[in-house]
């Protein structure tokens, strides 16, 4: 049977990235699935995290969840600590992935830089977890943007190579669903590289927190070419910057990049980026006051967490003990 999962860290705000690329799309696939969605804490620490602050962006990826549209009496909405499978998959992940594998993956590789003696085990480790979350509930699907196609495809291979060992068909060889105008959402300053949380500059990103006038004065500093909008999607080659908006724009408004074209063809900046400005604020202003209203309430959001992780260890659990059966773990 399909099942949906997925997962996003908390570790600093949400971006416009975060609800485009992955929380837009988890909200299509409820109810035409069934769909698990985790807020990652223990991946959030392979890096230094403040405890107060990440107990703070835990309830915030939640409340994002929330606000835009899932349900949790629909979709299982939980943090990962909650649930010990993963961290127990995730060791026996560890023996079954490859040292070389681990090497080969970009975002480790960027994310260490030149100082990869100095970075966290975890870190290192972190995809060979992800696959664990993904495997525990035996996960066909995994809406995530770009940057993660990578580590999904790692679990495809730690999947195959536990089956291969072990002699079995028990893990899923899992689908990564990347799809929609906005799998990769662009700095707003540099059209070459992602908008992320973690960017210096406040100006490169939209955070799903913003306000109006902060959205509407992002969109408007965005780095653009001076060239018009074009007759056709063919215009937009080698204008990275352009491009964005334009899918920025199609992927808020459930469109395409041809469609926002054909509306906006010749229009120059000065008509797109407000229109692009207020496009935005009336999509993420609702969701940004229904994340404050939740985020006044702590402990209600602690609850659906606490319910969600009952209801995800409902399922990892027999998963769990399957593969400690078939790894020759004794147990009484
Ligand atoms: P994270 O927290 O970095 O990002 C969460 C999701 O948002 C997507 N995303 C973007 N999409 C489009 N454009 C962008 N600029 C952009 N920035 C972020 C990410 O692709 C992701 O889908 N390793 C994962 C979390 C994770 C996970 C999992 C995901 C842990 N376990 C299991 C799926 C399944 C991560 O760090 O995402």
């Known amino acids: 049977t399909p099942r949906v999962f997925s997962g996003i860290k908390p570790s600093g705000g949400l971006t416009l990235g975060n609800y485009l690329g992955a929380i837009k799309r988890f909200v299509g696939m409820q109810g035409e699935m069934e769909t698990i969605y ?5 991946h959030a620490i392979t890096v230094w995290q403040d405890p107060a602050e990440l107990a703070n962006a835990t309830r915030e990826v939640a409340a994002g969840y929330l606000a835009a549209g899932l349900d949790p009496t629909q979709s299982i909405l939980f943090n990962q600590s909650q649930v010990a499978g993963h961290a127990e998959l995730g060791w026996v992940f560890n023996c079954v992935a490859r040292v070389g594998w681990m090497n080969r993956m970009t975002q480790f590789k960027d994310k260490a830089g030149t100082n990869a003696e100095k970075v966290s085990l975890g870190l290192y480790a972190y995809p060979s977890l992800m696959a664990a979350d993904i495997l525990l509930y035996h996960a066909t699907h995994v809406p995530v943007g770009e940057d993660q196609k990578q580590h999904v495809e790692l679990t495809r291979d730690i999947a195959a190579k536990f089956n291969h060992d072990f002699g079995t068909a028990f893990f899923p060889i899992t689908e990564p669903v990347i799809d929609g105008p906005a799998t990769r959402v662009m700095n707003l300053r540099d059209g070459t590289r992602k908008m992320s949380k973690s960017g210096e500059s406040d100006m490169e990103r939209i955070n799903m927190t913003d306000d109006a006038d902060t959205i509407a004065k992002k969109f408007k500093k965005a780095k653009t070419d001076p060239a018009a909008l074009p007759d056709t ?3 937009l080659a080698g204008r990275p910057e352009a491009r964005n908006l334009v899918d920025i724009y199609a992927a808020l408004d459930d469109s395409t990049p041809e469609a926002v074209i054909a509306a906006y063809q010749g229009a120059g900046w000065g008509r797109f980026k407000p ?8 999509k993420l202003a609702p969701i940004s006051q229904e994340m404050s209203r939740l985020m006044n309430d702590p402990a209600e959001i602690d609850r659906i967490l606490a319910q969600g992780a009952a209801r995800a260890r409902q399922i990892a659990e027999p998963i769990l003990k399957q593969t400690y059966d078939i790894v020759g773990f004794l147990r009484s």
């Not at 985790?38 to 223990?42: A, G, T």
């Not at 229109?275 to 009336?282: I, K, R, S, T």
């Open 275 to 282: 229109a692009l400005a207020d496009l935005a604020v009336a």
């Open 233 to 235: 999607l063919d215009g």
């Open 38 to 42: 985790c807020v990652v804490d223990l």
